[in-house]
């Protein structure tokens, strides 16, 4: 059984001299391998991660790495290490519960309030551990500019199996994050939003075919977070919709092939900024469509590899747009193959174009003489922003310390047929607080004012689920949360 496990890190930002474009401008991965992006180029460079498949890395927002994570191994309970742009491992960076082999098995994010604190995220392989959701703060000790590990792993969710696949997405708010795992032998998927520097809501949504075995393969979200693709071994191609305010998947589309011929199983997947999909067998990239009204029947084969030892890994959009494709050889671990083909990524030169004018390059980015395995760095769009004019863009009007500094409380929460907003920072002088209720779809269903501190809110004919609850005084936005019904 596969857990969720969270490490809080806290890092100092030391310049690694690279002009890199953005907090995803470093990746870190395979067998000591690593290549910088850069004004000029695409530059390879030597780590000492050992990574079979999951990996992160990070990047300050001036593409300056910070910090990365890996594992590697068999089957079975394994570990992750930590290290720094010197390639030097974090105090307390060893030991991280983790799993080679799983596909996206690590995630870096930011805290969303403080810029030199940062969660690593694992999927981990460990019996009897204590059951439970947990999330910790980190004291700011920097040991001396090299970077600490504190609070190492504490349980998230250890009541079901987790699959190996794992992404994050902003809010719509454009500061807090979604987590999006999904279950082994299941059609669940599982939300985790880390709010204010902490886990505040966990959804779940049982939608789409139920996973096969571990869930081996990429899931993979689109460059403006409302796309989200699965790929899976068995022959499973599965497009949802997403909700970056709400958190929910909508508008599924199945575009399975099952039973796929001999070994050729599904394992890849990529979007690019234009919402072209590109998935990979282990010998073969797919591309689709997902802007057409039919998408399945854009479907058609742009590349087939020739070489019968080597299979097409995971995939990553770059900051340059391009996407970039890892080679395994041989498919399976361990591996003492050093070759041309190895040391080397494909690309997809020009993702948002239609046919064979995507210009795949085989095995063209050199990768300094290191090995990819089948894994690259699990990394989401840092970059991305609010999403204007939602009912959820709470941070687009007000300064952010506004947004911060109330501490409201409403309750119940979960709500049963009302609620109660109470804060000691709420005075006679903010009465008439308009407030205001969306549901998951972002329809205002509720307009009120409070009245009186203490006044009970009737909530009891709306229909259950997430709302977002938002206060203003004096026509501007003061406060926001979520509420569940």
Known sequence: MSRLYIVLLVMIIISHGASGQSRNATWCFGDSAGIIFTTSGVLPFTTVIQSQEASASISDPNGNLLFYSGSIGGNGIHFASVYNNLNQMLLNGDSIISAASVTQGLIILPFPTDTNMYFLISIGFIPNISTGLSLYSADVDLNNGTGLVSNKNKVIDSTVAYSEKMI??????????????????????????????????????NIGSVLAGLGWGQMTINPSGNKIVVVDYSGLLEVFDFNRCSGNLTNYINMSDFPLPGFDRY??????????????????????????AN???????????????VCMGQHQLGPNGKIYIANAMPCGYPSTITDSLNTHLTVIDKPDSVGSACNVLPYFQLIGGARSYLGLPNMPNYDLGSLTGSPCDTLTSIHSELYFEPRIEIFPNPVTDHFKINSSIITNADLFLEIKIFNSNGKLVLE?????????????EYAAGLHAITLSRNGRLWFSKFIKL
């Open 295 to 309: 998408p399945i029947q854009t479907k058609q084969l742009v590349y087939a590899d020739p070489n019968g030892n």
């Open 168 to 205: 994050a997405v902003k809010h719509g708010n454009g500061r807090d994050w979604w987590i999006i795992n999904h279950l082994n032998n299941s059609d669940q998927f599982v939300i985790n939003l880390i709010q204010n520097d902490s886990i505040s809501l966990t959804l779940s949504q």
């Open 448 to 460: 009120d004012k409070m009245h009186k501190i203490g006044d009970e809110i009737n909530f009891n």
């Open 267 to 292: 394992y890849g997947a990529s979007i690019s900024p234009e919402n072209i999909l590109y998935y990979s067998t282990l010998d073969s990239l797919w591309q689709i469509n997902l802007n057409s």
